[in-house]
């Protein structure tokens, strides 16, 4: 696959010739008036021009490859935060741990720096994340008698019954609307309960989902699966199958857990539903408090073998600027390099990710975690056997820790 070259620079360490860099960003991260912005503040202020190229996601894994192991990489490349580690893994991508503080280190989310962060060493920037909020018709909780949204889970399965009771007419009604392997979600649980998918000890992975914690999260999910009226949802697939804001649109479903685009999706072709949801936080199990939320998002790095390092830290540097990160904010987005969501915090589902975003976390950090996420997701089968009488929990998570510790052992 050919890969574009970037400008030359005979001095990368200082960057004295560089004329131009090349940045690879992906469709959709970042508004085109950020990005306008940002690249010509850049050019001014250097003298150097911005190749810019939007990527797409499909085949991106392959593309990137591919470019990193050129001699003539992009400067300034975009990752998914689960995509970190398996790069930096493999020496593809330059260690900025040295470099951090000129990109606003201090002002990084905990949970964005562990993803990017692989023995101990920064491989890159947080660009922004997004996490799942708990989207609603505020219409039907006001029917329902519900005066503000739940703060804790207990709370939340109140509202639930009272949904149920209010729409007891309509059969297709789902309280909320929750398949059997909204795995991301199930880790919002297992956090909740002290719990996690696994630990590191001595370089060695090592499954949890055994253990009372872990069990206590998948008990919490059975509670929520079984009290919302949700067996219309498939107990065998997840969120995506079919695409819960289809189902949400339809106007039978009181809430579902999602992402800040997918309620985007079901206004779009609903638009009357617009203004008739809002979100807020998953609820801990700890009244007041938020759940800990998967944090899914995007680090920029610089390949290793960029011609430009020196140029392409400058443009991070400046891309981390509170400028920049208000401007993600408003795109509605967690910013990456700025704890000040105040920008974001303007509606109901940007204040609702605002406030759920510092009790953000990751998934494990090691190139080992693609063979869990990807392969047969033992988190998935776990619920599914769980959920449906098919194995005890005992059962069902033993046999989903052990499938942890041989895919990352």
């Known amino acids: 696959m050919a890969v574009s070259g970037c400008g030359t620079s005979t001095n990368s360490g200082s960057g004295t010739e560089t004329k131009e860099i090349t940045v690879w960003l992906m469709d959709g991260s970042a508004a085109p008036t950020l990005t306008d912005a940002l690249n010509k503040e850049f050019e001014s202020a250097n003298g150097i021009k911005v190749k810019y190229e939007v990527q797409k996601w499909t085949g991106i894994q392959e593309k990137l490859t591919t470019a990193l192991a050129s001699s003539t990489p992009p400067d300034v490349i975009e990752l998914g935060n689960t995509q970190t580690a398996s790069f930096a893994d493999q020496g593809t991508l330059m260690d900025l741990t040295a470099d951090a503080g000129q990109f606003n280190s201090g002002e990084w989310l905990g949970g964005l720096k562990d993803s990017l962060t692989l023995n101990g060493k920064q491989f890159g920037m947080p660009f922004y994340a997004a996490n799942r909020t708990v989207i609603y018709r505020t219409d039907l909780f006001q029917a329902a ?42 880790l919002s649980l297992l956090w909740d309960e002290g719990g996690d998918v696994a630990t590191q000890d001595g370089g060695k992975w090592t499954g949890k989902l055994d253990t009372p914690q872990a069990k206590a999260g998948f008990q919490a999910y059975k509670e929520l699966y079984d009290a919302s009226a949700t067996k219309k949802a498939p107990a065998d697939t997840d969120e995506a199958k079919p695409q819960q804001y289809e189902v949400f649109q339809t106007g039978n479903v009181g809430m579902m857990i999602g992402l800040p685009w997918e309620l985007g999706s079901a206004t779009k072709d609903k638009p009357e539903l617009k203004d008739k949801t809002a979100a807020f936080p998953i609820p801990s199990k700890k009244a007041g408090s938020t759940a800990p939320v998967f944090l899914g998002g995007s680090n920029l790095a610089i390949p290793a073998a960029s011609k430009n390092a020196a140029a392409a830290k400058k443009y991070l ?40 975003s510092p009790n953000g976390k990751v998934t494990p950090t090691t190139p080992k975690w693609a063979a869990v996420e990807a392969g047969q997701n033992p988190l998935k089968d776990a619920l599914t056997a769980y959920l449906s009488g098919a194995k005890s929990l005992d059962q069902a998570t033993k046999d989903a820790s052990e499938a942890v510790t041989k895919a990352m052992g």
Do not use: C
């Open 145 to 186: 008698g519900i005066t503000k949204p739940p703060t804790s889970r207990a709370e939340w399965i109140d509202a639930i019954n009272k949904l149920k009771a209010a729409n007891a007419s309509n059969p297709d009604f789902q309280a909320l609307y929750l398949p059997g392997q909204s795995w991301y979600f199930l």
């Open 317 to 356: 540097a400046l891309l981390s600027s509170k400028k920049y990160q208000d401007m993600l904010a408003e795109g509605g987005a967690v910013p990456g390099t700025s704890k000040d969501t105040s920008k974001l915090a303007t509606n109901p589902v940007g204040k609702a990710l605002a406030d759920s």
